[in-house]
């Protein structure tokens, strides 16, 4: 079974500042998928980024960007010049295909952007 | 191109009572999921469906909970009788298939529910 651990409960960031969220994940898979999430206080979850383990390059959307070392089984997420709409609930999930591609989520990170 | 759709947003109950969730995911989408979101966790699965089969419900508390996805597209959650640790958030999502190529889940708004 696979499981993901974020250790950061909660995060602040003063606005255009750079922050790193952190997570780790434990598998057994060679081929998987990772993502983050945003759940803002409206809870509809929303994909900021995602990774294919197969690819050495980290993947970048925008102001996001990822930190992917698989060896450590580390995956963590950089945003850069936060936003006040940045403040949500951070989740990092895991997928292996040929599991249904069920979601395996972390506990998650507040993350809180202050003027 | 319309989201996944929940209904209600809220709902409380008295324990005992029974309790049903509706979602109407992305047309077009395969696969459905249901996910349970206790407060200070992550989503975790309930059940998947592919079309208007069970593909994973291991995690599902049958003694309690049901699911159904009638016709492949329109899915109810229904919970009886519930339970006070019932209470949280449940999201459903929908993905086009169950193929790799086309993982990626959108999310619905969710229906917080609270059990008194």
């Known amino acids: 079974a696979q499981t993901v651990t974020q250790s950061q409960p909660e995060m602040s960031v003063q606005e255009a500042e750079t922050v790193t969220l952190s997570c780790t994940y434990d598998?057994?898979?060679?081929?998987?998928?990772l993502f983050w999430y945003k759940q803002p206080p409206s809870r509809q979850m929303i994909l900021v980024i995602r990774?294919?383990?197969?690819?050495?390059q980290n993947a970048t959307e925008n102001r996001f960007s990822v930190n992917f070392q698989k060896a450590a089984k580390s995956f963590s997420l950089k945003i850069s010049d936060s936003q006040l709409g940045d403040t949500a609930m951070y989740f990092c999930?895991?997928?292996?295909?040929?599991?249904?591609?069920?979601?395996?989520f972390g506990t998650g990170t507040q993350l809180k952007v202050e003027l | 191109e319309a989201g996944v759709a929940q209904s209600p947003r809220y709902k409380i109950i008295e324990k005992r009572q029974s309790v049903a969730f509706w979602c109407n995911p992305i047309?077009?989408?395969?696969?459905l999921y249901w996910y349970q979101q206790i407060l200070g966790q992550g989503p975790k699965l309930l059940i998947q469906?592919?079309?208007?089969?069970?593909?994973?419900d291991s995690q599902l508390p049958k003694d309690r909970f049901s699911a159904e996805r009638l016709k492949g597209v329109d899915s109810t959650l229904k919970i009886q009788p519930a339970k006070l640790e019932d209470s949280a958030v449940y999201l459903c999502?929908?993905?086009?298939?169950?193929?790799?190529?086309?993982?990626?889940?959108?999310f619905g708004p969710g229906t917080r529910l609270t059990v008194t």
């Open positions: 598998t057994s898979e060679n081929n998987y998928y």
């Open positions: 990774q294919e383990a197969y690819k050495q």
């Open positions: 469906f592919q079309n208007n089969g069970v593909v994973d």
């Open positions: 999502a929908s993905s086009l298939e169950i193929s790799p190529s086309s993982y990626e889940q959108y």
């Open positions: 999930a895991f997928m292996a295909p040929g599991g249904g591609n069920k979601l395996t």
């Open positions: 047309s077009g989408h395969a696969t």
